[in-house]
């Protein structure tokens, strides 16, 4: 196949324009308007948070003093830690409420990009490519989960690393090594680890499929030979690019809540169950909380487009190509293992690591990208092959109306009928003062056979667009048609999936509470520190992530938990710690002491004593924490199987606490070290590729 060097390229005009449909798409969440509620600020933002606030101090971000006791943070699988991404916005504009929004955003369009890249490698038309990748950017997956940034992020590498792959496979070069190995790490260490865990699958699956898929070129033998000596320098490369994140995740396993196996039970919960799936044609009818869902609001949405789901459905029944046929299996693997129940019961007990994934609702994920991938391929056949809108694809559209118009009819029934409509609250919406107040009425007010009547006649618009566009092959126009209905679909569901009540505003408000930087901690009792009303903790987390206090009265809510933690809490286990909640987090008593300096992971005491005391640091007791008196380090001492302490002389002291993960920031500078020569050597392969190749035709490489 022959291409021109400058086509692989992503045109300004195109990103401008995903970009622009980005904003207008989730205009809710874009405009500020409305913040990203429930997980995104409560515990996901925190660490983040954190990180920028210590940067900007001049401490390298290592221990997290301020979550339920202290955290080692590189170990936060949740937080995104080790992306490169998190530390140039962290080190640079830093976190806040409205940076925060527009990384979520910025992994959407990233996500979008990548497929259009993807469907570029694929050779599809330029109209199929925008419309799989706006499919992409706009797809229920995206839209229920922009409360879970880890899995925005996720969303947003896959299809960067499926085209890397896919490039590394069929065209083996150091370049498209490093390539590789560069996605796979943005995806590892951006990811939720369930999406680790179902891209590894994901990805053996097409290794698999690719070695043993007929090519006139290479026999069987030879593709091993040479894709075994290619995954050979990936896997090397990745390891040496991914050495902070290894040694930080396997420092904290040993001493981590959640480094079990899940209890089959616990791995079975939320699931995208399959009458969730009714959001493939109407995603708007699956934003009420009934039974019938029997799943989270975030887990149902899988909307990909009706108009590629009408070529989705017409590559089913005809004929496929053996890449369709992989994509195919695969998706109705990952759809399957999503609805939970048998199907990830089996799972569970056969396939090594699906038993950590505790929401089933994350598979889809690896569902919707094929099937967008299958549908495009099809579409794409269908406008090459100047197919006429006849036959199986006029009878699948057909099928797909009559479907619609009865949900329609439906919807307008039982409207009628029950008298349960937006239509007949008007007045109370209308009565309510300001915009926030009306908008809260108006959701409130929708019932479901309200969804059901207005995305089925937003349909049927929709469809009668795809059948006049392909009855005279207007393919720019169905490209428009699938703008405007996945534009329309997100602006329908994000005030229920995504959006909060308030205010990105309102919520940088609350956060510039906050003390600046990192300071020197009150020494006053625990429970005598500051706390939120509870609407604000409910829309930013507990307080103490924001109040720069060490040390907490309970336990606070967040995703990353030491074991020590959880036993120090559970009740079986207290050791009258009540009487620990009226002391300052550093007890030093009946010594008076004076904090000489702090910062997160090195703080400074001078403590005068008669006796010879024992100062206890509230603060949990973790490998690499020592404290040095008089020259001498030694190993913080455990103090009642969670805290720290060190053991002094009489007279006055001055003691230093100090966390020195040694091998954690070898592995760290290994891994900037690597990303920086990966970065340099990528740059000079592209350039030098472009001066040989500029104003060519080539083999694509």
């Known amino acids: 196949m022959q291409f021109y060097a400058n086509k692989d390229r992503l045109p300004l005009k195109t990103i401008l324009f995903f970009a622009l449909v980005l904003f207008i798409a989730y205009l809710p969440v874009s405009s500020f308007l409305f913040f990203l509620k429930n997980d995104a600020f409560t515990g996901y933002f925190p660490p983040k948070f954190f990180m920028s606030e210590s940067i900007h101090s001049g401490h390298l971000p290592l221990w997290n003093p301020y979550i339920n006791f202290g955290i080692p943070q590189y170990g936060d699988m949740s937080s995104g830690y080790w992306s490169p991404i998190t530390w140039l916005i962290a080190s640079t504009v830093g976190y806040n409420a409205y940076t925060f929004t527009m990384e979520a955003l910025l992994y959407i369009l990233i996500g979008g990009l990548g497929m259009y890249k993807l469907t570029g490698s694929l050779q599809l038309n330029v109209h199929v490519r925008i419309i799989a990748a706006i499919a992409f950017m706009c797809c229920g997956y995206n839209v229920g989960h922009l409360q879970h940034f880890n899995w925005l992020s996720g969303a947003a590498f896959l299809p960067w690393c499926f085209w890397a792959y896919h490039s590394l496979l069929h065209y083996p070069s150091f370049k498209n090594i490093i390539k590789a190995v560069l996605f796979f790490y943005m995806l590892a260490a951006s990811a939720h680890p369930g999406i680790t865990i179902s891209a590894f699958y994901f990805f053996l699956s097409y290794l698999i499929f690719f070695l043993f898929s007929k090519n006139i070129q290479q026999t069987i033998g030879q593709k091993f030979k040479q894709a075994g000596k290619s995954h050979a320098i990936v896997i090397v490369f990745f390891l040496l690019l991914s ?15 959640r480094s079990e196996k899940l209890s089959l039970s616990d791995s079975l919960l939320n699931p995208t169950t399959i009458q969730s799936w009714i959001s493939v044609l109407f995603p708007f009818a699956t934003v009420q909380n009934l039974p019938f869902f029997n799943t989270d609001i975030s887990m149902r949405n899988s909307y990909f487009s009706i108009t590629l789901l009408l070529f989705f459905l017409v590559g089913m029944l005809g004929k496929k190509t053996r890449l369709q046929y992989f994509l195919l299996f695969t998706g109705l693997f990952f759809f399957l293992l999503s609805t939970g129940g048998i199907f990830k019961t089996v799972a569970y007990k056969i396939m090594p690591f699906i038993g950590y994934v505790r929401l089933n609702g994350e598979f889809r994920l690896f569902a919707i990208l094929p099937f967008i991938l299958f549908a495009a391929l099809e579409l794409d056949k269908f406008i090459k092959q100047q197919r006429p809108f006849y036959g199986l694809v006029k009878w699948l559209y057909y099928f797909i109306e009559i479907i619609v118009i009865m949900a329609v009819i439906f919807g307008l029934y039982c409207i009628l009928s029950a008298k349960d409509s937006v239509f007949y609250h008007f007045s109370n919406i209308t009565a309510q003062q300001g915009l926030s107040s009306k908008l809260k009425a108006l959701i409130d007010s929708i019932s ?67 003390p600046k930087g990192i300071p020197v901690p009150n020494l006053v009792p625990i429970n005598q520190y500051d706390s939120l009303p509870t609407a604000e903790k409910e829309m930013i987390g507990d307080w103490s992530f924001y109040s720069k206090q060490p040390g907490v009265t309970q336990l606070a809510a967040y995703p990353i938990i030491l074991t020590s933690t959880i036993k120090y809490f559970d009740s079986s286990e207290a050791f009258h710690f009540p009487a620990l909640n009226v002391k300052p987090f550093i007890i030093t008593e009946p010594s008076a002491a004076k904090i000489v300096s702090f910062s997160p992971q090195k703080i400074v005491l001078l403590v005068k004593d008669s006796s010879g005391s024992t100062p206890v640091l509230q603060q949990n007791f973790y490998p690499h924490w020592y404290y040095t008196v008089k020259g001498k380090k030694k190993p913080a001492e455990n103090y009642k199987g969670t805290f720290m302490s060190a053991s002094l002389s009489k007279g006055e002291n001055t003691v230093t ?7 954690v920031k070898v592995a760290m500078l290994v891994s900037l070290v690597s990303f920086i020569l990966m970065i340099l050597v990528l740059f000079i392969l592209h350039k030098r590729e472009t001066k040989i190749l500029k104003g060519k035709i080539i083999v694509r490489p």
């Not at 995740?249 to 040993?254: E, H, K, Q, S, V």
């Open 448 to 514: 479901f056979f309200d969804s059901l009547l207005i995305q089925g006649l937003i349909q049927l618009f929709f469809l009668w667009g795809i059948k006049w566009a392909m009855r005279y092959r207007l393919w720019s126009l169905v490209k428009k048609i699938v703008v405007v209905d996945m534009v329309i679909a997100c602006l329908l569901n994000v005030p229920f999936t995504g959006a909060g009540k308030a205010s990105v505003a309102t919520i940088q408000s609350i956060i510039d509470k906050s």
């Open 657 to 663: 606490f100090s966390f020195e993960p040694r091998m």
């Open 243 to 257: 050495a902070g994140m290894i040694a930080g995740y396997a420092d904290i396993l040993p001493h981590f809540s």
